[in-house]
């Protein structure tokens, strides 16, 4: 039996070398939007049972060319643009850290060493930071700004919460390697540190001290919104 291209499932070689998926087209339509997917890509589609480039598989890549044309300018633009890696070490002070309680252990060295993993992102108000669906392919560090987290079921927009200056976003998805759980949209200017998985892993090797203590700190961040959660529904 022939698929309709809406049922197929897809699977997707990230560039931080972790597998994503399965997911429908649509979501990977989304992940296309979010500069995520592009046409050489490579993607496992269950149709043809094998990994090839997005751009190659005939209904993929017949949908990519037409969302790109149709939808994508105007989606694009609002997406943050990080800066190269390594250059954050150069826009970065170690004193813009010390904001966040977690990493308040760490030395003047480590947290050096920390800011060299890093990219920094700028993010316009009301640019999108993360994308409900998207890859989990990193954590981020609001620097300045506030950023709302919401979801959209059954057409209604719902704010979970507002994160502040200060706060990590997005270690859950990347440790599990799952998607993203709702969206994250700046309510103002807002620069962000944004350490990669593949980062974070390269970080485990060089520097297994620092990431020890990094850990750490994200233990404690996700205990506490653990516990924060469990208190909200005890009764």
Not at 18 to 40: C, H
Not at 184 to 202: G, P, T, V, W
Request: net charge negative.
């Amino acid at each position: 039996m022939t698929l309709d291209n809406n049922e197929i499932h897809y699977k997707v070689w990230a560039s931080d070398n972790v597998v994503y998926g399965p997911v429908l087209l649509v979501t990977l339509l989304e992940w296309v939007a979010d500069g995520r997917v592009t046409p050489d890509t490579w993607v496992f589609s269950e149709e043809v049972n094998n990994w090839k480039p997005a751009k190659t598989l005939p209904p993929l890549g017949d949908a990519l060319a037409n969302y790109h044309a149709s939808q994508a300018p105007c989606a694009l633009h609002k997406i943050p643009r990080p800066t190269k890696l390594g250059q954050a070490s150069d826009s970065i002070t170690i004193e813009q850290l010390r904001q966040f309680d977690q990493l308040a252990g760490l030395g003047q060295a480590e947290l050096k060493q920390f800011i060299s993993h890093c990219t920094v992102m700028e993010i316009e108000e009301g640019g999108i930071i993360m994308k409900k669906g998207s890859p989990g392919n990193g954590l981020y560090m609001i620097l300045s700004g506030d950023a709302r987290v919401r979801i959209i079921a059954d057409g209604q927009d719902t704010t979970l919460a507002t994160v502040k200056a200060g706060s990590f976003i997005g270690e859950v998805a990347m440790f599990s390697q799952t998607p993203r759980s709702a969206d994250i949209l700046s309510l103002d200017q807002c620069q962000l540190l944004f350490m990669s998985a593949e980062a974070f892993r390269s970080m485990i090797q060089t520097e297994p001290k620092l990431a020890s203590a990094v850990l750490f700190a994200l233990g404690r961040i996700m205990a506490d919104r653990l516990v924060d959660m469990n208190e909200r529904f005890r009764w």
